[in-house]
């Protein structure tokens, strides 16, 4: 793998994909962002969540729920 490989890179999350992962509207989302609930930072204009933030956020129990485990460590 090089080390530009995209496969090397964190996943991160927006506020749709978070919203609709969890039943939840996209504004409320970015209202839980802006203050401060969600850890997250802005890129080009929108938000971006990384998956620790969002187990932070959500607890292991509904992480693994909404967003499964992707790879094993």
Same mark, same amino acid.
């Given at each position: 793998?090089?080390?530009?490989? !995209? %496969? #090397? *890179?964190? $996943?991160? /999350? *927006?506020?749709?994909?978070?919203? #609709?992962?969890? +039943? *939840?509207? =996209? &504004? %409320?989302? $970015? $209202?839980?962002? $802006?203050?401060g609930d969600i850890e997250g930072?802005?890129?080009? +204009?929108?938000?971006?969540?990384? =998956? @620790?933030?969002?187990?932070?956020?959500? +607890?292991? @129990?509904?992480?693994?729920? /909404?967003?499964? !485990?992707? &790879?094993e460590a």
């Amino acid at each position: 793998m090089s080390a530009t490989d !995209v %496969s #090397d *890179r964190p $996943r991160t /999350y *927006r506020p749709k994909d978070i919203a #609709d992962a969890t +039943g *939840r509207h =996209p &504004e %409320s989302i $970015r $209202r839980n962002l $802006r203050d401060g609930d969600i850890e997250g930072h802005k890129m080009g +204009g929108e938000w971006v969540v990384t =998956p @620790d933030a969002l187990q932070k956020w959500l +607890g292991d @129990d509904l992480f693994e729920i /909404y967003f499964g !485990v992707e &790879e094993e460590a």
